[in-house]
């Protein structure tokens, strides 16, 4: 992302209000306000903040107890994991997951999460350090009765296993889905919800967007991952989530649904995957 690409402009605003199911607010350029405000002239009017260490969460949960359009999802992110073990040791990461746990139980903390595997960023060495921290989000996300967010990055067998061997939450949330379409099934066999950013409307996205096809509806999230992954045609420009009408339209496209009838989709999908 070039930082002095000027922003794209808004879209024309959704009829159906919805929600960025995973957004990273402190690592864009506007302040929260501004933010939401931005997101709401469009019809986003749900934001759902994802803090990827100790301290980001902290912060995280502090925005959604001030802001009512605002939840947040803690977790140690799965490239952060390890990185704590590295510098402190297994010590380090375990006192960190106990303060995520921590800050999960508060009723503005819908969801654990993002965790799960990343096979791209983090090397074999780290990949013990990750699957064990995985494996306490998990049980933490069970235990609290909160929603499971997944970052799954070139990992979908052993996040699968993980998943199956610890035996997933109840409300379990695949965030920027990027699974084929038989991954899709698996998904939607489990009752697991996919969240697609806005990579599907990459050109050179076709299985993602075979993914899309093969999900139901029921089981479709939208989100932006910003400030990552702006979706065409303004890939190059900051991201946020005023952006989500750009994705949930390529995605009514490949759905061949109504925009009106997906955002609905969407707006209730998100409502019941992380409990508001
Ligand atoms: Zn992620
Ligand atoms: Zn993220």
Same mark, same amino acid.
């Given at each position: 992302?070039e930082?002095?690409a000027?922003?794209?402009?808004?879209?024309?605003?959704?009829?159906?209000?919805?929600?960025d199911s995973?957004t990273?607010?402190?690592?864009q350029?506007a302040?929260v306000a501004?933010t939401v405000?931005?997101?709401?002239a469009v019809? #986003?009017t749900? @934001?759902?903040?994802?803090g990827c260490? @100790?301290?980001?969460?902290?912060w995280?949960?502090?925005?959604a107890?001030?802001h009512?359009?605002?939840?947040?999802?803690?977790a140690?992110h799965p490239n952060?994991?390890p990185?704590l073990e590295r510098?402190g040791g297994?010590?380090?990461?375990?006192? $960190?997951?106990?303060e995520?746990?921590?800050?999960?139980?508060r009723?503005e903390v819908?969801a654990?999460?993002?965790?799960?595997?990343?096979?791209f960023?983090?090397g074999e060495?780290?990949?013990? *350090?990750?699957r /064990?921290?995985f494996?306490r989000?998990?049980?933490?996300a069970k235990r609290?009765?909160? *929603?499971l #967010?997944i970052?799954d990055?070139? $990992?979908?067998?052993?996040?699968?296993? #993980?998943?199956?061997?610890?035996g997933?939450?109840?409300?379990?949330v695949f965030?920027c889905f990027?699974g084929?379409?038989g991954?899709?099934r698996?998904?939607?066999?489990?009752?697991?919800?996919?969240s697609?950013?806005?990579?599907?409307?990459?050109?050179n996205?076709r299985? @993602?967007?075979e993914?899309?096809?093969a999900a139901?509806?029921?089981l479709?999230?939208?989100e932006?991952?910003?400030?990552f992954?702006?979706p065409?045609?303004?890939?190059?420009?900051?991201n946020?989530? /005023?952006?989500?009408?750009?994705t949930l339209r390529?995605?009514?496209e #490949?759905?061949g649904?109504?925009?009106?009838v997906?955002?609905?989709?969407?707006a *209730?999908n998100?409502?019941r995957a992380f409990g508001?």
């Amino acid at each position: 992302m070039e930082k002095s690409a000027q922003p794209a402009p808004p879209p024309v605003p959704l009829n159906v209000p919805v929600a960025d199911s995973h957004t990273h607010i402190d690592m864009q350029d506007a302040t929260v306000a501004q933010t939401v405000a931005a997101a709401a002239a469009v019809g #986003v009017t749900t @934001l759902v903040q994802v803090g990827c260490d @100790l301290e980001r969460s902290r912060w995280s949960a502090q925005v959604a107890a001030e802001h009512d359009a605002v939840w947040a999802a803690v977790a140690l992110h799965p490239n952060e994991a390890p990185r704590l073990e590295r510098e402190g040791g297994r010590k380090a990461l375990d006192a $960190a997951l106990e303060e995520i746990a921590e800050l999960a139980a508060r009723p503005e903390v819908l969801a654990v999460g993002e965790s799960g595997l990343d096979h791209f960023r983090t090397g074999e060495e780290g990949r013990e *350090a990750q699957r /064990y921290s995985f494996r306490r989000h998990i049980e933490t996300a069970k235990r609290l009765g909160k *929603a499971l #967010v997944i970052h799954d990055r070139d $990992a979908h067998e052993d996040v699968l296993r #993980v998943l199956e061997e610890e035996g997933a939450p109840e409300r379990t949330v695949f965030h920027c889905f990027s699974g084929d379409a038989g991954m899709a099934r698996v998904c939607a066999a489990n009752g697991w919800f996919m969240s697609f950013a806005g990579n599907v409307t990459f050109k050179n996205a076709r299985p @993602l967007r075979e993914a899309l096809a093969a999900a139901p509806p029921e089981l479709l999230l939208v989100e932006t991952d910003a400030p990552f992954l702006t979706p065409a045609p303004y890939r190059g420009r900051p991201n946020a989530p /005023y952006m989500i009408p750009y994705t949930l339209r390529a995605m009514a496209e #490949v759905k061949g649904l109504d925009e009106d009838v997906l955002a609905e989709h969407v707006a *209730a999908n998100t409502a019941r995957a992380f409990g508001y």
